[in-house]
């Protein structure tokens, strides 16, 4: 007998009764890729169809396989090549396929990457301008606070400037008074009738803040009161809008 297909030989044996002989693995005693018989240490040519084994020039003339139906060992073993290039062919596709998948499944990863950095530069700026932007407000409103600050400071000044020049005045009045009260009678009537027409001048008081800036000290109290109210609302909807549908 020959040797069996998959990498299994048994000795060709010359006579039908020989045939209890254990089998033994084939031995490659040629070239690479030649496999020999282990018996008869031929290199194996032909093919069994019948028993489906590989022979060597003297298994095929022995009796075990004289009648039999025989091929040559590259035209038997062509359907196994042939079978494993198509599965290669076959595995070639399909990691070709899976990288394909990989490199466009990358794609989208390294596209979601970039837009996340994109969105992350467009956070920056965005809350770079609102902190410019509430800087600026900030300092426009405390720039406007200390322009009033300077104009109260100016009118008061004027204020106690004009009372001072009207208290001055009637105290010289006062002065005068007790001095025209030392006077003889005749003198003094007609004292009186002088400085009666001359106290009938009613003083004005002058307004310590004008009108023009009490209108604008109430407007900016007006916009400073609601400050809190508008900057705690615009915080909530930033953070409601923020948190929406984020998954945390």
């Known amino acids: 007998m020959g ?11 010359e006579e039908e009764e020989e045939n209890t002989e254990a089998s033994v693995v084939p031995t490659p005693l040629g070239p690479l890729r030649e496999t020999y018989c282990q018996k008869h240490s031929e290199k194996i040519y032909f093919f069994c169809k019948t028993d489906a084994e590989f022979l060597c020039v003297f298994c095929r003339a022995g009796p075990a396989h004289r009648t039999h ?52 530069q467009q956070v920056e700026t965005a809350f770079e301008r609102l902190y410019q ?26 204020y106690i400037t004009k009372v001072s020049k009207e208290v001055a005045q009637v105290e010289a009045q006062v002065e005068e008074l007790k001095q025209k009260c030392q006077r003889p009678g005749s003198e003094l009537v007609q004292d009186v009738r002088v400085y009666q027409s001359r106290c009938e001048k009613t003083f004005v008081n002058p307004e310590a ?12 109290h007006r916009k400073i009161l609601i400050l809190p109210d508008m900057m705690k609302t615009f915080s909530e909807n930033l953070v409601q809008h923020l948190e929406t549908d984020s998954g945390n």
């Open 209 to 220: 803040i004008s009108s023009d800036l009490a209108k604008k000290i109430l407007e900016l």
């Open 69 to 120: 139906s025989m091929g040559f060992l590259d035209e038997a073993i062509r359907p196994y090549r042939d079978h494993l290039r198509s599965q290669l062919e076959v595995l070639r596709v399909k990691r070709d396929k899976i990288e394909n998948i990989k490199c466009r499944e990358d794609q989208k990863l390294q596209g979601l990457l970039a837009l996340i950095e994109n969105k992350k």
């Open 133 to 158: 932007e509430l800087g600026d407000q900030q300092r426009l409103l405390l720039a406007r606070m200390r322009g009033l600050e300077q104009q109260i400071w100016k009118e008061r000044d004027e």
């Open 3 to 13: 040797t069996r297909p998959l990498g299994r030989m048994l000795l060709c044996q």
